[in-house]
């Protein structure tokens, strides 16, 4: 007898659109899949649309606020209903990613050197007085980005140091902390990974924007982006780009699904995390589909072996 899954789509995020359109594709691929299917925008009727309703699994397809930041995981286990992705644990560490690049530093995986402020810190603080410091630390380009935040919403790269202080004020309009990183050019690459409790990598996606980086509109725009799959890369590098991206998965505790970002710098061959997201998008443009496409996985194939771990 096929399963109850509730969709858990929409909410308050910024991201709320991509979400809504990734709850509807997989809500009809789930309904292909002769799966009984109820959609549920994540509103204050949640608790209980979820109490009332025979539920067998949340397919949980959120970004963001609320989706990725271990609030509505912790409300799934409250009311004991299982979810898909990662655990509680694991979307707190990966959501701040202040949280997170403090772990890659500490379990030796690299990534871009930065320093963090938050909003009180410029107001009450004086840190603009820090920026030039900053600079002569790091160089210039920076990417001023907010700590918590999905999709590349409210990155900026500061090409001058005269850009900061309005690179900063952006950053500061999506989180109250906000992190200022070296910016590094390379190759940028998105390594889905899937499976529990033996994870395993799909083919890494390589993502070339037209804009100087993988920003908000190039993700979800069409004909903004050209994408190789799988990437553009030799034997030894792909399989470095992999392993960093499963150590990754690791360190921040993931389980069953989860996407990692990472810039390579074609030079030294070092493959730059940037960060992991918790629940990858399921969109026509998304990185994790295309991914799964081209290791023979059609998009509902995907969508039940994701429900099957889960469950």
Same mark, same amino acid.
């Not at 399963?3 to 910024?14: D, F, H, Q, T, Y």
């Not at 025979?54 to 995981?73: F, P, T, W």
């Not at 004991?80 to 890659?104: C, E, M, R, W």
């Not at 505790?253 to 730059?272: F, G, Q, W």
């Given at each position: ?20 359109? +990734?709850?509807? !594709?997989?809500?009809? *691929?789930?309904?292909? #899949?002769?799966?009984? =299917?109820? /959609? %549920? ?78 909003? +009180?810190?410029? !107001?009450?603080?004086? *840190?603009?007085?820090? #920026?030039?410091?900053? =600079?002569? /630390? %790091? ?78 509109? +190039? ?93």
């Amino acid at each position: 007898m096929k399963k109850n899954i509730a969709v858990l789509m929409g909410g308050r995020s910024l991201e709320r659109e991509v979400s809504i359109k +990734s709850g509807q !594709r997989v809500s009809n *691929a789930l309904r292909k #899949l002769g799966y009984h =299917v109820l /959609k %549920l925008d994540i509103d204050q009727s949640i608790i209980d649309n979820l109490q009332k309703h025979s539920i067998d699994l949340a397919y949980i397809a959120l970004h963001g606020k609320d989706g990725e930041d271990g609030i509505v995981q912790e409300m799934l286990e409250v009311v004991g209903i299982p979810y898909t992705g990662p655990g509680v644990y694991a979307n707190i560490l990966s959501f701040d990613k202040i949280i997170s690049k403090q772990i890659f530093l500490n379990k030796g995986i690299p990534t871009p050197p930065y320093y963090f402020l938050n909003g +009180s810190s410029f !107001r009450e603080l004086g *840190a603009s007085k820090l #920026l030039p410091l900053i =600079v002569d /630390k %790091l160089g210039l380009p920076l990417v001023v980005k907010p700590s918590a935040q999905g999709s590349a919403l409210g990155i900026k790269v500061a090409f001058r140091q005269e850009e900061l202080p309005d690179a900063i004020i952006s950053a500061l309009g999506y989180s109250k902390k906000i992190i200022i990183e070296k910016y590094v050019k390379g190759i940028e690459l998105a390594v889905s990974i899937m499976g529990d409790p033996k994870p395993e990598t799909l083919p890494i996606v390589e993502i070339v924007p037209q804009k100087q980086f993988f920003d908000f509109e +190039s993700r979800f725009a069409v004909d903004e982006t050209e994408y190789f799959v799988p990437a553009r890369l030799d034997r030894k590098t792909a399989d470095l780009v992999k392993n960093t991206a499963l150590d990754v998965h690791r360190s921040l505790a993931c389980t069953k699904l989860s996407r990692v970002d990472i810039i390579l710098d074609p030079e030294n061959h070092i493959p730059y995390v940037l960060e992991l997201n918790t629940s990858p998008g399921m969109t026509d443009t998304s990185l994790l589909p295309m991914a799964a496409q081209e290791a023979g996985m059609g998009f509902e194939q995907l969508v039940e072996k994701i429900v099957e771990m889960s469950l």
